[in-house]
């Protein structure tokens, strides 16, 4: 049930820069996210004026010096609470673009998109070439029509299907989602994808991911190197190019990336990815994720049509993805951006020490690096001259924010995982 507007208006606005009345350039969404405090500071580093909005604590991109306003609503995400809250804040801001980032949010506009697109624009692809990049079916259905390699996989609905699957592709193998984010009857989850290894892995995982309703690929098992290209285009034409390979990500074997590097465009996925997204005429921001295997040979994972959360290194090198989708949500010229450099090395801290921790646990698992490696990989890389998510010099305070809550978190978790076990043996 939706709550009236009083009760579910709760914001804490720490930093009312502008004042009542004025306008912000763009409201910001998802102000948790990585990405979101990287488009904070790209487009407050241009003078416009931002605003932020999330639903939880604390979130770094509130403490930027370029955050102007932000809204910090207790309701639960991707609901009608939340679209009341978020409208809430479109007549606080007057705001001119909305930019969110997560499956969750974006799964509810499209839900209200005509309602929302009546007063705001929205940096955002438009539908059906929307559906089509966030559903893994349909996507690699259209890039095997057009030649491109992909894992090789079925397509189940239920745990029944697993023999068959089992008999076709075996184990290791990768069950996916064939949408990220899941609508239930009251409100939406958001599903990861799960490796497995056994028979029973791959009934409970199939079982877990087809609880909602939802489908699931049943795929090869690729472990070659992870390479990603990001692209913006609209109108035909490309604005932006940017490729980078992940040598870390979290989970272990396919999650974020937490180590990565930016690289020269590589001819071969380079021009497939550019060739799928023309296709569907995905217009915007996407990135297009790429498995090679043991030959070297490219296969086509998934796009995102939003901002993902690698994506300060694309802006540190040079391709400024956030005001591209700022300037092409509001109409404006878009300045082309297609150099960049290469050879930079970023590293989201937390989670590649997150990495290091669950590789180790899962030690002799398929594709896991082995324990030694794992760690002298981690120290070794703390020797590299690289650029870290969070930290700017000139912005400090979000870097702050976000490792004083890890080591909170971290101390607390710590500290009640010590509590159970002294409780578990009496």
Not at 4 to 29: F, R, T, Y
Request: glycine share 6%; net charge neutral; proline share 5%.
């Amino acid at each position: 049930m939706v709550r009236n507007s009083i009760e579910v208006a709760k914001p804490i606005q720490q930093k009312p820069v502008l004042l009542s009345g004025e306008h912000c350039d763009v409201l910001v969404l998802d102000a948790h996210l990585r990405q979101s405090l990287v488009t904070v500071r790209s487009l407050g580093r241009r003078n416009l004026q931002v605003a932020a909005l999330d639903t939880t604590r604390p979130i770094p991109a509130f403490s930027s010096r370029w955050c102007q306003r932000h809204f910090d609503y207790q309701v639960e995400d991707a609901t009608e609470d939340y679209l009341v809250a978020l409208e809430q804040a479109l007549d606080s801001t007057r705001a001119r673009v909305l930019l969110p980032s997560s499956d969750a949010t974006i799964a509810l506009i499209r839900q209200y998109r005509e309602r929302l697109e009546s007063r705001v624009h929205l940096a955002l692809a438009r539908e059906p070439a929307l559906g089509i990049a966030i559903n893994k079916e349909q996507t690699l259905e259209i890039a095997t029509y057009l030649g491109l390699k992909v894992p090789h996989g079925i397509l189940l609905t239920s745990v029944h299907d697993v023999p068959m699957a089992l008999r076709e592709i075996g184990v290791p193998a990768v069950v996916k989602p064939v949408e990220s984010w899941i609508w239930g009857t009251q409100h939406g989850a958001r599903i990861a994808s799960q490796l497995v290894t056994t028979e029973d892995e791959a009934r409970r995982s199939v079982e877990d991911l087809t609880a909602s309703g939802g489908s699931v690929l049943f795929q090869q098992f690729l472990t070659g190197r992870r390479e990603a290209v990001s692209l913006f285009y609209t109108a035909g034409e490309v604005y932006g190019r940017f490729a980078q390979w992940a040598k870390r990500t979290d989970p272990p074997l396919g999650g974020t990336s937490v180590l990565r590097q930016s690289i020269a465009m590589p001819q071969d996925i380079g021009q497939q990815a550019e060739r799928l997204v023309r296709t569907i005429d995905l217009e915007g921001y996407s990135e297009v994720e790429f498995r090679r295997d043991s030959a070297g040979v490219p296969y086509l994972m998934e796009i995102n049509a939003r901002l993902s959360a690698s994506v300060e290194i694309a802006v540190r090198a040079g391709v400024d993805f956030p005001f591209l989708l700022y300037q092409w949500a509001n109409g404006e010229p878009l300045t082309k951006m297609e150099h960049y450099r290469t050879g930079l090395w970023m590293r989201y801290l937390r989670g590649d020490l997150m990495s290091a921790i669950a590789s180790l646990q899962e030690r002799g698992r398929p594709g896991i690096t082995a324990p030694a490696r794992v760690l002298l990989d981690f120290g070794l890389s703390c020797f590299v001259p690289m650029a870290y998510d969070y930290l700017n010099w000139s912005d400090p305070a979000p870097a702050l924010v976000a490792t004083t809550d890890f080591t909170r978190r971290w101390i607390g978790s710590t500290i009640s995982k010590r509590l159970l076990h002294i409780k578990e043996s009496f």
